[in-house]
């Protein structure tokens, strides 16, 4: 018996197909992952499935109803968590949870008692969430993993038979991610059936079945393990399916050359040593620390992560190295120069890719190029060859005079960067460069990265992707505003096992090392230990 | 029901918890009542005129005389029209009248005598009146001066009583008057916010999947914001009639149910262009457009609708702040007239009944328009 049947479906937004001719059998009791980049179709199936999108072609059955003629029989069966949780982020815990109970006209006090009763629904949610000390704070005052909770919490109200959760991990740290993926099977009968979707493979191999999409199409449809025994072999098996990834020199790597700008600070033996240091930045907002005791120094050709969950500290680190935010205390240096002191002198030694690739979306290619390359004092006899050369290197050339907003996710991510380096920076910052693209989008980026380090390039990379982590020549680990760990991958890989397993083995060898996410969670249990 | 109670508690707690909407229903129409207090005046107002006599006679120096004795005008003598024009271009002066040299002659001879009024154009409402007193002035010094007796009476005698309104106090229509503005714009910017910021934030998708039905959602925002516009319409009232002291004449009861039928179709307009557009700033900017500008231009407060050009004339008819000034003007200042009120009632009632019925069809159920893509899939079949 399955839950979901959908047959030959389609649906198409104006000239974009979401979903192209897609068959999918979604098997009762089962937790299946809905594995796709950003842009893959996932939102848009899950969307379908429960009649909130309407299919230009195909027949889907959900639990024996078509949603589009008996959306109104569906609604009661079904739990749906949107993306962004859709919680009332003005409204409390307990008044979040019994607006969802009226909505789903479950009475949370049975057989007469209070709301707050023992033993009823609420104090259950509560308890199972460890909401309970939160219950009267609004939800848009509550962490990322908590609200995560919350809407969960919200969307499991009245047993529903099929739960739908559209990326409810993104942005959270691994241990939130963990919780998660406990609380559903916790909560869940037998017979319940979940539908998952996320974009981190990584994430795969904890879900009984394993759908992952691509460009609208199911690409695999099985159990994770089948197809690789780690995630690491998963990730390359689905590369294998989406037409494999051929590892090829870096044009922009090769083109690059490397001109550290003459500054007097740098000529002295510190440029030798660090090329990017931080010096006990902080940063308090109120009685808050964002950021607290944060020092590192990064050397010449270093590829350098800041790891951590959304609102670590890790995006206000990074304002704070290239001068758009003020340090409360201690400073930064870009190859010698203090950031609080000639901010802008700093600047102009690195290139700085912003989180969600910050383009102007009505601009060109060749625009956008134009004026990055203005605002990093190019000058203007020099600037449309610059622009010329960088496009081609970039393999932006059929794209150069289509506008930015319309180009698709990896693009972006390439002119994105092609803007960062165009003035050839001695140090580059990248903010979430990967974030949403696909991933053979991102083993090329990273083949890019790694080649312009070996040209000597300085960078500074934050993700939250872990096993992204396996890259970076040195890591931090960021957690509530603080480093807990700093060290080689293998390093903090060390460091954990021997947490985990404090006496090991001698037999024991590096097959055995846990994977980023377990060192990950393992350091973090450690420093709350603490 | 109880979904319906549900989803009241929630919008009234939103309601209680956003400052924004507290200072939109409470603090904006004591700013607005203010200005139209205090800033705006429709009344005469006094002017300073230029005069320059070319007939030195001794009754001509009483006509110029009693150009300064009058209260609405001052006068300042010129001897030299280079002096006035200059005093016009520097605005020391709104206008000036120019007696020629033959004035007295004409009039002892008894033919009609000229007077040269000069006026400035680029004020136009100035204008005005710098020529109605001028002519008011003289016309009243004729009838006291020796010539009185050698000019032709009129032999009709108007003589003018203002009802309702016998100080022809602008305040006393424009103040209630205002309540309309201030009203369609509580109505319209307040829930042109509320559906898109659910779109915005995606709880409308998450409230799409549950049992809700579409009855439950249109009511729950038209309820709330309902309650709301009615506490701040009393507040209003309030204002006009205790604290500005404007003569209320009608009913209050009345009042508040065709003020009430009235926030019915405000309310209609804001929830259609929010549910349309699905963006907060967008919805925002269209509903001070669609329904502001109206209120203020096309309703008949400010410029009379006589007046506009037939098509506008036409266009005011769908719009209601038309039906609202004309209410509440009278009910202000002539007490209610059970015609003015009905007629204006029976237009709010069926404008509010359409634009609830566009918010319900608008209201969607799903992420898109079932209906167009029923359209576009039929098309496809047959193609």
Known sequence: ?????????????????????????????????????????????????????????????????????????????????????????????????????????????????????????????????????????????????????????????????????????????????????????????????????????????????????????????????????????????????????????????????????????????????????????????????????????????????????????????????????????????????????????????????????????????????????????????????????????????????????????????????????????????????????????????????????????????????????????RISLFYHGETIALGTPQELKLKALRLINPSPLPASGEGELPTMEETFITLIKESEGE | MKILLALIKKEIKQILRDPSSIIIAFVLPFISIMIYMYGINLDSVKVTMGIKNDDPTPEVATLVKSFGHSKYVNSIYFDNIKDIETAIVRSKIKGAVIIPNDFSTKLAKGQNADLLVITDGSEVNTANYVQSYALAIANSWLATSKYAGSIKQPSINAEVRTWYNPDLNSHYFIVPGSIAITMTLIGILLTSLVVAREWERGTMEAMLATSVKTIHIVLGKYIPYFILGMLSLTFNIFLCIVIFQIPFRGNYLVLLLVSSLFLFTSLGIGLNVSSVLKNQFLASMVAMSVGFMPALMLSGLMFPINSMPVFFQHLTRILPPRYYVSFIESEFMAGTVPEIVIANAIYLTILGLILFAAVYKNTLMRLENAKAQHISKEKAVKS
């Open chain 1, 1 to 473: 018996m399955n839950t979901v049947e959908i047959k030959n479906l389609t649906k198409t937004f104006g000239k974009i197909t979401a979903l192209n001719d897609l068959s999918l059998n979604i098997e009762k009791g089962k937790i299946t992952g809905l594995i796709g980049a950003d842009g893959a179709g996932k939102t848009t199936l899950l969307r379908t499935i429960i009649g909130l999108l309407i299919p230009d072609s195909g027949e889907i059955s959900t639990l024996g109803f078509d949603p589009v003629t008996q959306k109104d029989e569906l609604t009661p069966l079904i739990g749906y968590m949107p993306q962004k949780f859709g919680l009332y982020e003005d409204l409390t815990v307990i008044e979040n949870l019994t607006l969802h109970a009226d909505l789903k006209g479950i009475s949370l006090a049975p057989c007469g008692r209070g709301i707050k009763g023992e033993g009823s629904i609420l104090n259950k949610m509560l308890e199972f969430t460890k909401l309970a000390p939160f219950q009267d704070r609004l939800a848009g005052a509550l962490s990322g993993g908590m609200k995560q909770k919350l809407g969960l919490a919200c969307t499991l109200l009245g047993n529903p038979e099929f739960l739908l959760l559209d990326e409810p991990s993104v942005g959270v740290d691994p241990i939130s991610r963990r919780d998660l993926m406990q609380m559903v099977r916790e909560m869940i009968n037998p017979e319940t059936t979940v539908l998952w979707s996320t974009a981190y493979l990584d994430e795969a191999h904890s879900f009984d079945t394993a759908v992952v999409i691509d460009k609208g199409k199911v690409i695999y449809e099985g159990n994770p393990h089948d197809l690789g025994a780690t995630a690491q072999e998963f990730e390359n098996k689905v590369i294998d399916l989406m037409g494999g990834y051929k590892q090829e020199e870096s044009l922009i790597a090769k083109n690059y050359e490397y001109t550290p700008h003459p500054n007097p600070l740098s000529q002295g033996a510190r440029e030798n040593i660090c090329t990017v240091e931080a010096d006990n930045l902080e940063k308090k907002y109120g009685n808050f620390y964002a950021v607290k005791n944060n020092s590192f120094c990064i050397q010449k050709g270093e590829i350098f992560g800041l790891l951590g969950p959304n609102g670590a500290g890790k995006s206000t680190s990074f304002k704070m190295m290239c001068g758009l935010a003020k340090p409360t205390n201690g400073t930064a240096r870009i190859m010698g120069i203090d950031i609080t002191q000639d901010p802008e002198k700093a600047r102009s030694n690195l290139g700085y890719m912003a989180q969600k690739f910050s383009l102007y979306g009505s601009l060109t290619v060749r625009e956008n190029l134009d004026f990055f390359a203005s605002a990093y004092g190019i000058k203007f006899k020099n600037r449309a060859a610059k622009v010329q050369e960088i496009i081609e290197v970039f393999g932006l050339k059929d794209y150069a005079e289509q506008k930015s907003e319309e180009l698709p996710l990896g693009l972006k991510q390439r002119l994105s960067m092609a803007c960062a380096l165009i003035h050839n920076p001695p140090v580059l910052f990248l903010d979430e460069p990967t974030s949403g693209v696909d991933v053979i989008t991102r083993r090329d980026f990273w083949n890019h990265i790694t080649s312009l380090a070996k040209k000597g390039v300085t960078i500074l990379v934050t993700t939250h992707f872990m096993d992204e982590a396996e890259y970076c020549d």
